[in-house]
Each structure stands twice: as structure tokens, then as C-alpha cells.
């Protein structure tokens, strides 16, 4: 079983910067892509980042510029750092990381709620 524990989630006004981290646990082979999606009332989950064990990175367009994926492949964590943060960017995140336990399979984390004030 692995565990996904994310933090770093909060209130903000616009134009502030917020950074999320996501830590794996438990027992498992190796990871592959870790990511971050999110979900705005009303709306469907979407990716927002995504980084693979390589390094190789991709995002949405909306966040293109303001928003940086990274990892510490060593702590198994991955991080979202925000910045010029948008009313818009208003959500809950979720971590994402494909996992070889086994077998590959999708873990999410509770999620986390960011809200960007106007």
C-alpha cells in the first residue's frame, strides 16, 4: 500500500505564491510520473503538472510560466511551486504518482485546498 500526504495548501491574495509537497510512503518497486491535478467546483479534475522519474516535465497552458513542477526523487516527494497566483487558480490539488508496487497502478492524496483571493 502506498500513502500519498500533501500539504502546503492555504489562503492567498493574488499575485502571491504558494508551494505544495506531496511525500510517498509505503511500500513499493519505484515511481514514475509524479503530478499534481486539481478541482474547481463544478468542474472536472485537470492536470495542472506532471514530472516523470527522468525529469521530463509538462503542464497545462493556463499555468505555463507562473507554476514549476519539481522532484526530490530521493525523499519521493514531488513539489508545485505557485506563483502570480490567479483568483482562477482556486481549486483543490491533488497528487498523482504512478506507482510500481507490484503492478503499476494510479495513488491520489486527499488533496489540498488552495484559494487565491481578488
Known amino acids: 500500500q502506498v500513502q500519498l500526504v500533501e500539504s502546503g495548501g492555504g489562503l492567498v491574495q493574488a499575485g502571491g505564491s504558494l508551494r505544495l509537497s506531496c511525500a510517498a510512503s509505503?511500500?513499493?518497486?519505484?515511481?514514475?510520473?509524479m503530478g499534481w491535478y486539481r478541482q474547481a467546483p463544478g468542474k472536472q479534475r485537470e492536470l495542472v503538472a506532471r514530472?516523470?522519474?527522468?525529469?521530463?516535465?509538462n503542464c497545462a497552458d493556463s499555468v505555463k510560466g507562473r507554476f514549476t513542477i519539481s522532484r526530490d526523487n530521493a525523499k519521493n516527494t514531488v513539489y508545485l511551486q505557485m506563483n502570480s497566483l490567479k483568483p482562477e487558480d482556486t481549486a483543490v490539488y491533488y497528487c498523482?504518482?504512478?506507482?510500481?508496487?507490484?503492478?503499476?497502478?494510479?495513488?491520489w492524496g486527499q488533496g489540498t485546498q488552495v484559494t487565491v483571493s481578488s
Open positions: 498523482n504518482c504512478n506507482v510500481d508496487s507490484g503492478r503499476w497502478y494510479d495513488y
Open positions: 509505503g511500500v513499493y518497486f519505484s515511481i514514475d510520473t
Open positions: 514530472i516523470t522519474s527522468g525529469g521530463t516535465t
